[in-house]
């Protein structure tokens, strides 16, 4: 069984930064890619950024030059940067993990989410 913890979430003024971190814990044959989502009241949730075990990345148009998406291997631990935050970001932030419990499987886990909040 694989957990995901999420921690860096809260309130933060317009133009503020924050930092979330997702730690993967359990028994792992390998921790493939991460991502973060993120669902605004009323509205679906969205991708926000994601990254491989290699370090490539996509982010959504919304966020591209506020956030950074990065990891470490070795802390099975993928974070997000977020700088230049508008109101239009708060949301509650999910964090997405694939990950190989076996050398032929792989299961699609989800953290419990934080909330991030952007006052204006």
């Known amino acids: 069984q694989v957990h995901l913890v999420e921690s860096g979430g809260g309130l933060v003024a317009a133009g503020g930064s924050l930092r979330l971190s997702c730690v993967a814990s359990?028994?792992?044959?390998?921790?493939?890619?991460g991502g973060w989502y993120r669902q605004a009241p009323g509205k679906q949730r969205e991708l926000v950024a994601r990254?491989?075990?290699?370090?490539?990345?996509i982010y959504a148009d919304s966020v591209k030059g506020r956030f950074t998406i990065f990891r470490d291997n070795a802390k099975n631990t993928v974070y997000l940067q977020m700088n230049s935050l508008k109101p239009e970001d708060t949301a509650v932030y999910y964090c997405?993990?694939?990950?190989?419990?076996?050398?032929?499987?792989?299961?699609?886990?989800w953290g419990q989410g934080t909330q991030v909040t952007v006052s204006s």
């Open positions: 997405n993990a694939d990950i190989s419990v076996t050398w032929y499987s792989s299961i699609d886990y």
């Open positions: 990254i491989t075990r290699g370090g490539n990345t």
């Open positions: 359990g028994t792992m044959f390998n921790y493939n890619s």
